[in-house]
């Protein structure tokens, strides 16, 4: 009797399984599907703006729209010799580069003494870091105009480098404070009780382990200084326009050269993501330590 109920309890449960496998395979590929979704909706512009560029001005406004052409690099040429895309992007490098490596000498020390020290004022400053980023850019972008006429520094690197330091700065503390925090004080105790002094113990145990949170701040702080149009468009006429600023003088009331624009956006974009790929392991693991206690 026992070996029947047995056997009929595993005969009832046997198409349960098999419903509960199938379900699970059908929410594998409906899964699978929702992200092949959102990979094309993220590549396929940048695939339309790499093919637009590498089209003739014919091809390129084309309807329908042609998938087999031959490519050009005519654009390209055009874009870095005829309209000074070249310049600029020395001069956002320059910008870009600066910003974010006077963010992190200057953000990294302030991060440390946020997270491992108690002194009067710290709640107020610690707010006044994450407030910087409340306030909308539209609204500072006259006041920093008048300050920078007043003190002569319009069209210069150095107003543009003081002025995205100052919304980078932030960034780097938020992410690198809670990076610090993480790591156990016990190590710091340890090192102190070794005769190690403070400069030391936040130079060879503290940094190296924060190191993480240290790069994706950095990567923050870069792309936000290499991508912004605003400020630059507002602060800078010629010798140190960047290159969202030289993406915006080919805007006519005759045509439009989407060859060139596309162009333009590519080397913009292209060393973004080349960036993006080479540290893309340090900025996965930086923004999922602290995640899990």
Known sequence: ?????????????????????????????????????VFLSSVFPFYWMVTTSLKTQADALAYPPLWRFSPTLQHYGDALFRHDVG????????????????????????AYALARFEFRGKRDLWFWFISNRMVSPVVLAVPFFLIATKLDLIDTHIV?????????????????????????????????LDGASPWRVFWRINLPLAMPGIVVSAIFAFIFSWNDLLYALVLTRDNAATSPVAATNYMSGYELPWGEIMATGTLIVLPMVIFALLVSGRLVQGLTMGAVK
């Open 87 to 110: 310049a600029s992007l020395v001069n956002s490098l320059i910008v870009a580069g600066s910003t974010t490596v006077l963010a992190i000498l200057l953000g990294t020390p302030a």
């Open 160 to 192: 543009l480098i003081l002025l995205y330091l100052t919304f980078s700065l932030p960034i780097v503390v938020w992410i690198c404070t809670d990076q610090f925090r993480n790591v156990p004080i016990e190590l710091d105790e340890a090192a102190r």
């Open 1 to 37: 009797m026992s070996v029947s109920i047995f056997g009929l309890l595993a005969i009832g449960a046997t198409p349960r399984s098999h419903r509960a496998r199938a379900g699970r395979r059908r929410a594998t590929v409906w899964h699978g599907l929702a992200l092949l979704v």
